[in-house]
């Protein structure tokens, strides 16, 4: 589907949000987390654009990593969540029934080990030695694991510290970090006093790409279908105006604006922060290169391999024969058809 198509096909997606769907919905609700990541669908957190689509009452609440809303949905807390891929393959492996309906974002420069000003780290080879840190079970995590593994070193030939992007950002002021692999704002916040050594897209190039996905619990899914169809249509429509209104997003306008609201920052870290995505179009994303493959989807793939390597740090116990009941393309088949 080309871009002008795909544009037509969401403004009538979203046209057909009728007042009768809205009200056939409106006594239902249901509980979304979101993270710090800048993403362009955030606008609509911000400005009930979701709730207005689906017709349901939203309550949006914010974590500070994947794993943390994977444990909510696990509890029944939270319904349907943004995470990361390795989070995502961990609680897979330990037996979470989740489904992976569209995908955020995938590996790219939004994400990157900084190493501080000072640390004596000018390149790959100057790791060994070092403090490094990432979230728990993150993405970042993972990548810094891996990367540690492609230049031939383990655990125990540097220092990993697995904490909180706050408590991240705090050490490697204090000096007590040499490194962290973080997204925004810690990333942000990093490279006022560090450099880019490696993105996320680097490490993907090196063997172990990750993706950032909105998933909802199976339970959830087989009720509310219509509701994640919809959900993904208003992602789509900002990822279309994203990637064809740009004076729109620049930091001068209102999206920037209310991305610093929600997010915290600035409108320009906003603004900033939203050029380093890597986005796929739905009718990519729905493709067997994605999430329509079955046992080939290329989301799948990578959430076995996530295991595999997690499994190999004792991150986790087993790893499954096949993660495609983990993903779905189905509401965005509809939303981009």
Known sequence: MNLTRWIAALAVGISTLSPLSLAHAADKKVVV?????????????????????????IDFRKFNSGAEIFAAIA?????????????????????????????????????ALVVRNGSGIESLADLKGKKLAAAPVSTDHYQLLALLKSQGLSEKDTQVFAIPQPEIVAAFNRGDLDGGFVWDPALTELKKNGKVLVTSKDVADKGAPTFSAWVASDAFAKGNGQFLKSFASVVS????????????????GDNAKALAKLLGGTPDQQADALKNLTLLAPDVQASAAWLGGGEKSGAAKILKDTA?????????????PSYSAFVTPDALITASN
């Open 308 to 320: 595999t390597f997690l499994k190999e740090q004792g991150k986790v116990s087993d790893v499954l």
């Open 33 to 57: 987390a979101y993270q710090t990541d800048a993403l362009p669908s955030s606008v609509a957190i911000a400005n009930g654009d979701f709730q207005k689509a689906t017709g349901y009452e």
């Open 75 to 111: 509890s029944g807390d939270v319904q349907v969540g943004y995470v990361g891929s390795s989070p995502f393959a961990a609680a897979a492996s330990r037996g979470l029934e989740v489904k992976a309906f569209y995908l955020a974002s995938i590996s790219g420069v939004d994400e």
């Open 237 to 252: 429509r900002y990822y279309a105006s994203f990637a064809t209104e740009k004076a729109a997003w620049g930091a001068q």
